[in-house]
């Protein structure tokens, strides 16, 4: 698996410029510049500004998208996108955070231009194709989230509710999308980055069993850039592809998980739960438990480490599935973490009936993480 580096020889990464913008540049600075109170009609309620989320999804009361000027973040309560201020940016210009950084400091931060010249000038060819495939699949990302809730991607929502037992309604606060096939993603995103035709030819969307998926994961590192696409199997046991059954997950190509799994969503947490499951750590965030992140079939590396400390964690829940290997990887996170001022508490494995993980994992976590 090759992995990109985005730090200069100068040490100047994206994530240096995104957290110093979050400091210095204000909510309402941004809505102002994107004249955001004229384009959504907001309304100002308290310290919140309120309309119809920018994605374009119904709105009953047409106060569903909330901006919260004291905390410098916003959030849509029907479809739980929510972000800081390069995040605003990206959602309402639909591009990609590198996109959205620099149009931040071009915009409200010039005087930060020669950092993120910088960071430009030290990065390598390889580097910037990879911020032009971010950017290009944040693009997917937004359309396939639109699909699944049409009628194309109603075999996904029926997998979803009737197998995996997650309520409809709070499915859209969720990042799952409908991946579409290969050339109807390919036509969207040249009506969308024509600029971009080149990279979109170059875009290896299809994984090692190619085109059978329709239900995926993005992705993101800790500053929410979409690295890759996890896909998942919308039948219960799996396809059989090239005579190999039980096939039920794939990804696309060069999928870089240098973070864990929904560590961009931490803000102001210091503690997280871990889970193996991506869908899980996809659907308990809509369900109010905010800090649950997922290992997958990963292995706990430094890298992941270092996330947690830049993201000031301070103690981790392990609640691992009952498979056997469980109370493997438990002990290979406990002795990884011996050293570090990150505290470990460890839900046996053997404690959680296969039957209960799905729904009941998320009040034994809520239980656990209250004595905490």
Known sequence: MKTYNLKTTNSVNLGIIIEELKTRVTINEVVDKLNLSLLLNLQKTGNELQADCPTGHPSDNHKCFSIDTDENLYHCFSCGESGNVVQLVALVNNTGIYQATRWVVD??????????????????????????????????????????????????????????????????????????QDQNIRQFLKTKAPHLSEQIDKLNLQGAFGDHFRLAIPYRNRNGM?????????????????????????????????DIFGLHRIRKEDTLIIVEGYPDAT????????????????????????????????????????????????????????DSDIEVFVIDPASLSPTRIQMNMSKRMLSHHSKV
Request: glycine fraction near 8%; proline fraction near 4%; charged fraction near 30%.
């Open 107 to 180: 915009n409200l931060a010039p005087d930060l231009s020669d950092k993120f010249q910088e960071l430009e000038d030290g990065l390598s060819e390889e580097q910037k194709e990879f911020h032009k495939r971010s950017d290009l699949y944040e693009l997917i990302y937004q359309e396939g989230k639109r699909l699944l809730y049409e009628p194309i991607g109603q075999t996904i929502i029926n997998y979803l509710v009737n197998h995996r037992g997650y309520d409809k309604a709070l499915l859209p606060k969720t990042e799952f999308i409908f991946w579409d």
């Open 226 to 258: 979409i690295t890759g696409f996890m896909k998942r199997a919308h039948q219960p046991k799996g396809f059989t592809i090239n005579g190999k059954p039980d096939i039920r997950w794939d990804s696309t190509p060069g999928l870089e998980k240098s």
């Open 283 to 338: 659907y308990f965030p809509a369900l109010g438990i905010t800090n649950i992140v997922a290992l997958g079939q990963a292995r706990f590396s430094d890298k992941y480490l270092d996330g947690l400390k830049a993201k000031n964690i301070k103690r981790i829940i392990l609640a691992l599935d009952n498979d056997g290997v469980g109370d493997k990887n438990s002990e290979e996170i406990c002795k990884l973490l011996a």
